[in-house]
């Protein structure tokens, strides 16, 4: 069996670049007291990210072998690799929109298409048996093409597991409460703006692609993949800002509503519409 101590891949590996500093116009120097706070922010959330790769993780490697992974949006390839060794893939495929990324995948061993994943992907139908993305939804402006796509190219038998922040999230929905924009919900294409305690508050975004234009609650979300032929087989959630990952474990249980990710397992089977 899998287990979260046995993952080769340094977390850091996994993690996105971090922001470039503040542009002009943005948040003025903060003070000592706001600077902790968003450092000890930061820090949760870096830790919920991983908390969250590895709930994936785990529930890829309960379920039976899939030999012919795809991960859409891999980024540099580190947690394509460790997702590839929790289902016994044999084959590991990455799309990434970024050279540099696409190349840092590729030294891991990863064969990488690059391409937008707004568009049909250059695959045939049933390719895969397992199609991950984590992340990456919520950054696309084609989300029905993109849900299509997912059941075109995942094998009839296959999975697919798809994780996303959740927009009901307690720090999202008390962001709202005080005229705060929610943490995932971003307005620019270039900077981080209208929440001061968000740690990236003023800074800009690390990569070109990186701003969230669609943020999901796990019903929007289960719903879009009914449209779309795919039924939900399994269902996790995790995180809970700003709880760390142990703590934001027992809030989760008693309350999975308002947890900070998403991650659903799919397959065929739902009732699609026509397309």
């Not at 270039?190 to 701003?211: K, M, Y």
Request: glycine share 8%; charged share 20%.
């Amino acid at each position: 069996m899998f287990r979260t101590h046995s993952i080769s891949t340094a977390e850091a590996a996994w993690r996105q670049p971090a922001p470039h500093p503040p542009v002009n116009g943005g948040s003025t120097a903060p003070g000592l007291l706001r600077r902790r706070l968003s450092g000890a922010l930061a820090a949760v959330f870096e830790a919920s990210e991983d908390e969250n790769r590895r709930v994936i993780l785990e529930l890829v490697a309960s379920g039976p072998r899939r030999e012919r992974l795809l991960d859409l949006g891999c980024f540099n390839g580190a947690f394509t690799v460790d997702l590839g060794r929790a289902a016994r893939a044999t084959s590991l495929v990455g799309v990434e929109w970024l050279g540099s990324h696409a190349a840092s995948a590729r030294a891991r061993g990863v064969e990488v298409k690059e391409r937008d994943l707004n568009e049909r992907q250059p695959f045939e139908r049933g390719s895969f048996d397992l199609v991950h993305a984590n992340q990456v939804i919520e950054h696309l402006r084609s989300t029905d093409q993109f849900l299509r796509e997912l059941g075109r190219i995942c094998a009839p038998t296959g999975r697919i597991v798809l994780s996303t922040n959740n927009l009901a999230s307690w720090h999202n929905v008390g962001a709202l409460a005080f005229g705060l924009q929610p943490f995932p919900a971003h307005v620019s294409d270039e900077v981080h703006v209208g929440n001061p305690l968000d740690p990236r508050s003023g800074s800009r975004h690390a990569d070109i692609g990186q701003t969230h234009l669609r943020v999901f609650t796990t019903r929007a979300l289960r719903e879009l993949a009914a449209v779309h032929g795919l039924r939900v087989t399994a269902t996790r959630v995790n995180g809970y800002y700003p709880l760390p990952p142990a703590a934001a474990r027992r809030a989760v249980r008693l309350d999975p509503l308002h947890a900070a990710f998403i991650v659903l397992e799919l397959a065929h089977g739902g009732m699609a519409t026509a397309s």
